[in-house]
């Protein structure tokens, strides 16, 4: 099956993650995704694959067995099947030629992909787009992955005479609602060394950092009053928790910073004056930094119940996940040093990225299988104007391909390196 008819087949079935769902513990939290990965179960088996196994949860797994007596790491690919809810409605996706210019998306609702708000349109001129008709994702985040992982298994069982270690694949469910998918996998069970997610943008792109990522939940505790006698007795714990947020480093907040500079982000204060509830994100690149940031709203919080009473303020913090970074120093350095060996065989110039956020990549790195994050080549995910260049689209199977050749390369007898 060709790679463009794969991909667009997977985006025909609606797999919007469900935050209502989510919330309640459910997962898979929508139908589709389940739908989805059985369709996956049923493409590795007509491959060929083994150890195939598709649990309640929809998160599925299988291995493409060695071809050599080598002994080489087992190398990991993995991709969500989950699409985010910023957008609900079924994907109509369409192949259309792009010559330059601006591109009609839907000429009955007039909807363009402009060249003037997508100015990097103009690298793709004399390639086909994978677009929606404009109502709805395309949920290349993240089935251009499954697309590329599969059709890079099918190019390596039908040819044989390419070596290859064992190779094991990961599909998982609601990455678009806290890697959930991710923190259910089990690791240990999954027997592979090292891994890569494809869950980035435009062809080049690698991640191999991303946040130390970390929330805070502060309870204030007042004391409520009539305002005819509250001179003296009322205590708004609303008015507390504005205050503590005012002691917040004020440059240090999402809206200011880029890069790599860290920030702590106000998400939600719900309450009244007897009891008010702040949550915070506390982000980072750096190990030393994050632990210096919850170290400071720990010590913020600890001075305001000093201040206003003992019991009046009590912090909660809590890990969300890791850089993936800290799981590759020193002799774990080896699977960026695959993909960029990957990246050039393919004739690709690597842009590495520090990405501002989270991926599953860095859930399963915590968990102990390093997993660094690849392209899938396409652009403006979670939005209507998402695309996808099908030279790109190849492009990430071909990378995909090439790791595992790397791999081989760098691990046999003659090739291995210390």
């Not at 919850?294 to 969300?320: H, M, N, P, Y």
Request: glycine share 10%; charged share 20%.
């Amino acid at each position: 099956m060709d790679i463009v008819e794969r991909f667009i087949n997977y985006t025909k079935i609606n797999t919007t993650t469900s935050r209502e769902n989510g919330a309640k513990g459910i997962m898979p939290s929508s139908p589709g995704q389940m739908k989805l990965a059985k369709l996956l179960v049923s493409e590795l088996e007509a491959l060929g694959m083994e150890d195939i196994i598709l649990r309640e949860n929809a998160i599925v797994t299988a291995t493409l067995p060695a071809n050599t007596d080598e002994t080489i790491p087992v190398v990991s690919f993995f991709g969500h099947l989950d699409t985010s809810a910023e957008q609900t409605a079924d994907t109509k996706a369409q192949r259309l030629p792009y010559n330059g210019g601006d591109l009609c998306l839907n000429p009955e609702l007039n909807i363009y992909l402009r060249e003037s708000e997508f100015p990097e349109l103009k690298n793709y001129i004399g390639d086909d787009l994978i677009v929606t008709d404009g109502t709805s994702l395309l949920g290349a985040d993240d089935k251009a992955a499954l697309a590329a992982i599969m059709n890079a298994l099918q190019f390596l069982i039908s040819h044989p005479e390419i070596r290859h270690g064992e190779v094991k694949v990961g599909f998982v469910p609601d990455e678009e609602q806290g890697l959930r998918g991710a923190k259910a996998f089990d690791v240990s069970e999954f027997g592979a060394d090292f891994g890569y997610t494809l869950d980035c943008c435009g062809i080049g792109e690698f991640v191999y950092e991303n946040w130390n990522a970390g929330d805070a939940e502060i309870i204030f505790t007042g004391q409520s009053a009539h305002p005819m006698s509250a001179k003296g007795k009322l205590k708004n714990s609303l008015l507390m928790a504005h205050k503590f947020i005012s002691m917040l480093p004020g440059g240090e907040a999402p809206e200011y910073t880029e890069g790599r500079e860290g920030y702590y982000w106000v998400k939600q204060l719900q309450g009244n004056s007897a009891r008010t509830v702040l949550k915070l994100d506390i982000r980072d690149f750096s190990e030393e930094g994050y632990h210096a940031r919850k170290t400071f709203v720990r010590q913020l919080a600890e001075s305001a119940c000093a201040l206003w009473g003992e019991g009046s303020v009590i912090c909660q913090l809590s890990d969300r996940y890791a850089n993936v970074f800290n799981s590759l120093q020193g002799e774990g350095h080896y699977p960026i040093d695959i993909a960029l060996r990957a990246y050039q065989r393919c004739g690709i110039t690597p842009t590495p990225v520090a990405m501002r956020g989270g991926y599953d990549g860095a859930v399963l790195s915590q968990k102990g299988l390093p997993c660094p994050n690849i392209f899938t080549g396409a652009h403006n995910f979670h939005s209507i104007y998402e695309y996808l260049p099908v030279r790109s689209l190849r492009a990430a199977s071909d990378v995909v391909i090439a790791i595992i050749q790397e791999t081989f390369n760098r691990f046999t007898t003659g090739n291995r390196e210390s």
